[in-house]
């Protein structure tokens, strides 16, 4: 995406060959990227502004609850985190064998409301960051009972 307004429905969305945004808006509510290929970046020229679903399993499926950005297993993608100081990222990213990098300019940093876990996590740039961690945003594995005789 360069230039205009993308703006992503509710649910999960299976990416093959990465999502790179250079300019414009990127909006969406409700939804996890689940990328199998390429890399997700997006630039200090976009507003950004995606959030996961927070609501019960079973009422954000397909996507999962808490979960913005996952990198499937043996994906060794990256995550670039930019955006304009409007954009807001609400939500887990989630790169278990891949790199996520956020940052840049103080006055460009998006707000960021997430739990970054990936191989290699990078905080870059001159921004400030302030961590406001609120476990209700973010991904929990559900609960599970097992029951053995």
Not at 118 to 139: Q, R
């Amino acid at each position: 995406q360069t230039g205009g307004t993308l703006t992503l429905n509710p649910g999960l969305y299976c990416i093959s060959n990465g999502l790179v945004s250079n300019g414009g808006q990127l909006f969406g509510d409700g939804l996890t990227l689940y990328l199998t290929g390429g890399d997700f970046t997006t630039s200090a020229t976009v507003e950004v502004d995606l959030a996961a679903c927070f609501d019960e399993p079973e009422n954000c499926y397909p996507a999962l609850s808490g979960m913005l950005i996952f990198l499937a297993h043996g994906h060794a993608g990256d995550v670039e985190l930019q955006g304009n100081a409007l954009s807001l990222l609400t939500g887990t990213v989630y790169a278990p064998d891949g790199n996520i990098y956020a940052g840049g300019a103080s006055s460009m940093m998006p707000t960021l409301n997430t739990q970054l876990v990936g191989w290699n996590v990078k905080v870059h740039g001159g921004t400030n960051i302030d961590i406001n961690f609120d476990t209700a945003l973010n991904y929990t594995s559900p609960s599970l009972l097992d029951m053995q005789r």
